[in-house]
């Protein structure tokens, strides 16, 4: 059973950090990219990050670069997400996926459950 388990959310003042962990276990994921969306209420699913199998590649959404990092642990089996410079609009639940190397939500086979980031002004 494919299990993707995200961890690291919470409550935070703006301008502060989080760094957000995700899981994977149930089946080897080599060759798949990781990624996060974020769905704020009301919203759509929006693409955050993603990162391809060697690290050799990111894509960030234009709204959250220059604030936050992907990166992943292979041999973990487990991709991050560091949010530095919060701001109350990064408010959402976070999803980490896995699937291919796309900005595209439909292009992710495995999702997690979401962890919820709220940050207060």
């Not at 961890?7 to 760094?19: D, N, P, Y």
């Not at 996060?36 to 391809?52: H, K, L, M, S």
């Amino acid at each position: 059973q494919v299990q993707l388990v995200e961890s690291g959310g919470g409550l935070v003042q703006a301008g502060g950090s989080l760094r957000l962990s995700c899981a994977a276990s149930g089946r080897a994921f080599s060759g798949y990219a990781m990624g996060w969306f974020r769905q704020a209420p009301g919203e759509e699913r929006e693409f955050v990050a993603t990162i391809n199998w060697s690290s050799t590649g990111t894509s960030y959404a234009d709204s959250v670069k220059g604030r936050f990092t992907i990166s992943r642990d292979n041999a973990k089996n487990t991709w991050y997400l560091r949010m530095n410079s919060l701001k109350p609009e990064d408010t959402a639940v976070y999803y980490c996926a896995a699937g291919a190397f796309s900005t595209r939500a439909d292009q992710y086979d495995y999702w997690g459950q979401g962890t919820q980031v709220t940050v207060s002004s």
